[in-house]
Antibody, heavy 121, light 107 residues
Framework: EVQLLESGGGLVQPGRSLRLSCAAS????????MTWVRQAPGKGLEWVSS????????YYADSVKGRSTISRDNSKNTLSLQINSLRAEDTAVYYC??????????????WGQGTLVTVSS | EIVMTQSPATLSVSPGERATLSCRAS??????LAWYQQKPGQAPRLLIY???TRATGIPARFSGSGSGTYFTLTISSLQSEDFATYHC?????????FGGGTKVEIK
């Protein structure tokens, strides 16, 4: 069974940084692209960033580009997202998401339960 | 950026009735569309990919159709567990984008 367990969320002040992590199990982690999707309270889903199975391809949404870094450690089956210079509009539940394949089939067949990030002073 | 527009925002349907949800893309995306179901307090769940292929374990009452810029998700006979919010997502181009969602509520 695929399991994705996010951690690292919490209350953080504007301008500070946060690192989210996702522990993956139940599938061959290296063989799949991974993505972060977020959802602001009461709002729709927003794609944040994706990384290919080998880490060779990376994309970011404009809303986080330049202040975020997605990475993966295939030896530890973990996915990470570092967001710097946090803003109130970054407040959201962040989902760790597994893609259908190693790259190119960018739909999401497994989701974690999410971790809430609240940016407030 | 490809803008995805879902309609209606809210759909009121009686159990056992048919529900048809729409998703429109601002430019052609061929069949690179997925649908997700999300219940309150839960993560989304994949229903459909490739515009019309049901994901593993998804009941046959869920069907997707369309290509190009217009897509529909049909639930043939609504069950109590189907009342939820449905999201469409295009994966034709970066950035990946979602529609705003359609909430299916009990009439």
């Amino acid at each position: 069974e695929v399991q994705l367990l996010e951690s690292g969320g919490g209350l953080v002040q504007p301008g500070r940084s946060l690192r989210l992590s996702c522990a993956a199990s139940g599938f061959s982690f290296t063989g799949y692209a991974m993505t972060w999707v977020r959802q602001a309270p009461g709002k729709g889903l927003e794609w944040v960033s994706s990384i290919s199975g080998t880490g060779g391809y990376i994309y970011y949404a404009d809303s986080v580009k330049g202040r975020s870094t997605i990475s993966r450690d295939n030896s530890k089956n973990t996915l990470s997202l570092q967001i710097n210079s946090l803003r109130a509009e970054d407040t959201a539940v962040y989902y760790c998401v597994k893609e259908w394949s190693t790259w190119g089939d960018n739909w999401f067949d497994a989701w974690g339960q999410g971790t809430l990030v609240t940016v407030s002073s | 950026e490809i803008v995805m527009t879902q309609s209606p925002a809210t759909l009121s349907v009686s159990p056992g009735e048919r529900a048809t949800l729409s998703c429109r893309a601002s430019q052609s995306i061929s069949s690179t569309l997925a649908w997700y179901q999300q219940k309150p307090g839960q993560a989304p769940r994949l229903l459909i990919y490739g515009a019309s292929t049901r994901a593993t374990g998804i009941p046959a009452r869920f069907s997707g159709s369309g290509s190009g810029t217009y897509f529909t998700l049909t639930i043939s006979s609504l069950q109590s567990e189907d009342f939820a919010t449905y999201h469409c997502q295009q994966y034709n181009d970066w950035p990946l984008t979602f529609g705003g969602g359609t909430k299916v509520e009990i009439k």
